[in-house]
């Protein structure tokens, strides 16, 4: 399914913020925002952890909300050096979220996310509580794109 899975696989692992675009079913546009994640070999994890937020119920969350209504999703992951466009690059993933939430059937899920992030982001282990959810992406495509000054002989 994914060509390049090492060179996509360290992406994901070594990058530690990406943006998340859902959709707004209210006017059928995209709602952006950045996220926190970790990667299990097969899905990208998103926490809806206890950092305030405007809404004291996480299903309130906009981004909750549209995955709801619309589980389509992208997620990217960029990478710009003003110094060196040699180092310009994106990982764009275009698949299908959905919420779990801790309860019996997906218990399982929520401790590796929680495990994961804890590794992942020194937050979750003394500052922030991961949150009774999280989001789950399956990937379904993926793009990437790297800078190059090569001339093509076209």
Same mark, same amino acid.
């Given at each position: 399914?994914?060509?390049?899975?090492?060179?996509?696989?360290?992406?994901?692992?070594?990058?530690?913020?990406a943006?998340?675009?859902?959709? =707004?079913?209210?006017?059928?546009?995209?709602?952006? &925002?950045?996220?926190?994640? &970790?990667?299990? #070999?097969?899905?990208?994890?998103?926490?809806?952890?206890?950092?305030?937020?405007?809404?004291?119920?996480?299903?309130?969350?906009?981004? &909750?909300?549209?995955?709801?209504?619309?589980?389509n999703?992208?997620?990217?992951?960029?990478?710009?050096?003003?110094? =060196?466009?040699?180092?310009?690059?994106?990982?764009?993933?275009? #698949?299908?979220?959905?919420?779990?939430?801790?309860?019996?059937?997906?218990i =399982?899920?929520?401790?590796?996310?929680?495990?994961?992030?804890?590794?992942?982001?020194?937050?979750?282990?003394?500052?922030? #509580?991961? #949150?009774?959810?999280?989001?789950?992406?399956?990937?379904?495509?993926?793009?990437?794109?790297?800078y190059?000054?090569?001339?093509?002989?076209?």
């Open positions: 399914m994914i060509e390049d899975r090492s060179e996509i696989v360290e992406t994901l692992n070594n990058s530690k913020i943006r998340l675009a859902t959709v =707004d079913p209210e006017n059928n546009q995209p709602y952006l &925002v950045p996220v926190v994640f &970790v990667f299990n #070999g097969y899905n990208i994890f998103i926490p809806i952890d206890d950092k305030p937020k405007k809404t004291g119920n996480s299903n309130q969350l906009k981004r &909750v909300k549209n995955i709801q209504k619309n589980p999703i992208s997620f990217l992951i960029d990478t710009y050096d003003e110094e =060196d466009w040699n180092n310009l690059s994106y990982l764009m993933i275009q #698949g299908k979220a959905r919420i779990v939430v801790n309860r019996l059937k997906d =399982d899920t929520i401790k590796i996310a929680h495990y994961l992030l804890s590794e992942k982001y020194l937050q979750y282990k003394n500052l922030v #509580g991961m #949150g009774d959810s999280c989001i789950v992406i399956d990937i379904q495509k993926v793009i990437k794109w790297k190059s000054n090569k001339k093509s002989n076209s």
